[in-house]
DNA sequence: TTAACTGCAAAGATTTTGCCGCTGA
DNA sequence: TCAGCGGCAAAATCTTTGCAGTTAA
């Protein structure tokens, strides 16, 4: 009944209404990345009650809370997904579309150690790799 | 008298308008990262017959050209840079808003290695540190 | 009870586009 | 010459916000 991401508010002492909720419940169970539009319209599919104004107040209000990552693809809109315990990047398949998660420990490690060389403390980072099928460029 | 850009442009058989000239010239001689409306602000300085329209199709069409990078900070508008031969990457310092260049080999070399495991030919991709001078969370 | 939240509609910001006159090669 | 370009203003997106009524704690 509560969702992870509800349960997450509640912890931050969020108060929760009805469409906060509803919000909460759709990142939960989103297994992809989804754009306002697409948080509202899934939004709505539970409740009619629930304006577009509201769905973009809620994510801000998330991801200023760390309960949701804003993705920023240069596509002209955010997307958002769920804060992971262990951090993950993205790679956008351009064939595709499709955005697939991946961790690696290595980058981690490298960006703090670049930002420290810099003379900087680490406060978050975004990596995106762009890429093609393998099998899309065999025999090229 | 011709800039670095516009020699690229001239390379790629690009029509070379007064406009795009202007243009060409203000990405060539930023030393930062300027957004659209700062890239026409510098062009109507140097020359008033420039318009923001032209402005913006002119940044996409040197960008598709691989002439300019495009940098979007989650800032809800798009920069542009010079492309520069050795690839890099930034780094956003949060307290002054200032952008750093910085080059890794590491990660480059990481990078072609995730998309290669992942089952994909690397395309480009965009990384960004956030964070802090190390001299202002001193003491925290 | 009441500070905070929501819906609605209007406004803001960024970017794109249709149309028509202009221009570079 | 003439295909392509630029100016202008309108429009298309995405996002934020003022206001007045509603609601969670």
């Given at each position: 009944m509560t969702s992870r991401t509800e349960q997450k508010c509640l912890e931050k002492g969020i108060r929760m209404t009805h469409q906060r909720r509803v919000i909460a419940k759709v990142l939960s169970e989103a297994m992809d990345h989804p754009d306002v539009k697409e948080v509202y319209d899934r939004s709505t599919a539970i409740?009619?009650?629930?304006s577009l104004a509201t769905v973009y107040r809620t994510v801000r209000l998330y991801a200023e809370m760390n309960i949701l990552d804003s993705l920023e693809l240069g596509e002209g809109r955010t997307r958002y997904e769920e804060s992971a315990e262990t951090h993950h990047d993205h790679l956008i398949d351009?064939?595709?579309?499709k955005i697939i998660d991946f961790t690696n420990a290595e980058m981690e490690a490298l960006q703090n150690e670049i930002a420290k060389k810099l003379g900087y403390r680490l406060v978050g980072h975004k990596f995106e790799i762009f890429a093609l099928p393998l099998a899309e460029t065999e025999g090229e």
């Amino acid at each position: 009944m509560t969702s992870r991401t509800e349960q997450k508010c509640l912890e931050k002492g969020i108060r929760m209404t009805h469409q906060r909720r509803v919000i909460a419940k759709v990142l939960s169970e989103a297994m992809d990345h989804p754009d306002v539009k697409e948080v509202y319209d899934r939004s709505t599919a539970i409740d009619r009650r629930i304006s577009l104004a509201t769905v973009y107040r809620t994510v801000r209000l998330y991801a200023e809370m760390n309960i949701l990552d804003s993705l920023e693809l240069g596509e002209g809109r955010t997307r958002y997904e769920e804060s992971a315990e262990t951090h993950h990047d993205h790679l956008i398949d351009l064939k595709s579309g499709k955005i697939i998660d991946f961790t690696n420990a290595e980058m981690e490690a490298l960006q703090n150690e670049i930002a420290k060389k810099l003379g900087y403390r680490l406060v978050g980072h975004k990596f995106e790799i762009f890429a093609l099928p393998l099998a899309e460029t065999e025999g090229e």
